[in-house]
Structures are given as C-alpha cells and as structure tokens.
T-cell receptor
Framework: KAGVTQTPRYLIKTRGQQVTLSCSPI?????VSWYQQTPGQGLQFLFE???????NKGNFPGRFSGRQFSNSRSEMNVSTLELGDSALYLC????????????FGPGTRLTVL | SQQGEEDPQALSIQEGENATMNCSYK?????LQWYRQNSGRGLVHLIL?????REKHSGRLRVTLDTSKKSSSLLITASRAADTASYFC????????????FGAGTRLTVKP
C-alpha cells in the first residue's frame, strides 16, 4: 500500500500571499488530520476531516482552512501568510475514528519571507 | 502547557546502551502513542498502548503506562546509531486519535 503523500514538499512564499497544501491519504482511509510543527510551539493540531466533514478543529485563526474531497484527498489553505506561519505541515490519515493508529506523511516545509 | 510532556528534552548515549524517555500527561486518556521523527521528516508510529494495558513490547521497544501517575515511559534497548531521532508521546485531545496532543519531544542521539 502506498503511504501518505503530501505535495509540495517545499514551498517558499511571501507575507500576504496564500498557499494550498495537498495530502493524499492511504487508500481506504477516510480520516485526514493536519498538524503544524514549529520549533517554538511544537506539534499542534489544526483540524481533522472525515468523510468530507470537518470533525475537529484546533486553536488556529480562520486564515487556516481545509477541505476534503470525495476520494478522501485533503487540502489545507492558509491565507494572508505571516512570517509565523513558517513551519512543517504534516498530514496524517487513519482508517476511522476512535483508537486508531495515524500514519503521517513526509510533510510540506513552508517558508514565509 | 502541552499535554504530554517528555523528559529529558535531550539524551545522548553510546551505541549498545539503553535509552529511557518519559512522558507525563494531565487529563484522563484512553490510549497513548509514541512516535519517532527523524530530522525534519514525518512521524513514524512506534507503539499504541491502551489505558487498560500496563506494558507493551515491540522489538527493542518497551512502553509502560501508569494511569494513576499519568505517565508513560519508552525504553529502547541495545540502541543503534539509526535510533537517533526525536521521540514524542501523543494523547487524544477530544477522545479519538485523529486529534492528538503532542509533547515537546525528547531528542535522542546515539553515538557510534
């Protein structure tokens, strides 16, 4: 089975721009979660989508949004980028809800200049 | 502060030695997971231990869970240079594992 894939792997943007990151979960997985990882704040949960619906949301501003398509692929969008948005963005997929193992992708490294 | 606080923050050992990392958490949980992350890469799932389990093994890894003390430990035996990585514990924020709270991690360096 192919693992979780994320595109692009690296991205450089300037302040004020917007960015869209993509995540393809493991085949058959219906849940996709997004996390932001920074040296200062560590790993923080952004949101989770399950069957095209947002189930959970972390404590991030509305500039961070996401969606999930019928094939379970997910995108997250960050509008009006700030320097502090520079981070490694990780997505994880799992087969369902409850106590399941999450499988992480390699991440997208976003740099905001 | 974050749920799932690991200690030590950094650990440096020689190949062949054992490495022990600890994690404490604040709220009741139904399970706890340990992950490994090589520098700047994605997380690799190591072990999931449920709240009704006290110990779990996987190869050279041994995880314990003490729900009365709200703590867990990860033991890596006979460490190898390839074990050099950051190790994180994670607990569910809202009840299921698709929404997790991570600690700051322990940076393990294994010297050959």
């Amino acid at each position: 089975k192919a693992g979780v894939t994320q595109t692009p792997r690296y991205l450089i943007k300037t302040r004020g721009q917007q960015v869209t990151l993509s995540c393809s979960p493991i085949s058959g997985h219906r849940s996709v979660s997004w996390y932001q990882q920074t040296p200062g704040q560590g790993l923080q949960f952004l949101f989770e989508y399950f069957s095209e619906t947002q189930r959970n949301k972390g404590n991030f501003p509305g500039r961070f949004s996401g969606r999930q398509f019928s094939n379970s692929r997910s995108e997250m969008n960050v509008s009006t980028l700030e320097l502090g948005d520079s981070a490694l963005y990780l997505c994880a997929s799992s087969s369902g809800t409850g106590i399941h193992e999450q499988f992480f992708g390699p991440g997208t490294r976003l740099t905001v200049l | 502060s974050q749920q799932g606080e690991e200690d030590p923050q950094a650990l440096s050992i020689q190949e062949g030695e054992n490495a022990t990392m600890n994690c404490s958490y604040k709220t009741s949980i139904n399970n706890l997971q340990w992950y490994r992350q090589n520098s700047g890469r994605g997380l690799v799932h190591l072990i999931l231990i449920r709240s009704n389990e006290r110990e779990k093994h996987s190869g050279r890894l041994r995880v314990t869970l003490d729900t009365s003390k709200k703590s867990s430990s990860l033991l890596i035996t006979a460490s190898r240079a390839a074990d050099t990585a950051s190790y994180f514990c994670a607990t569910p924020r809202t009840g299921d594992n698709n929404d997790m709270r991570f600690g700051a991690g322990t940076r393990l360096t294994v010297k050959p």
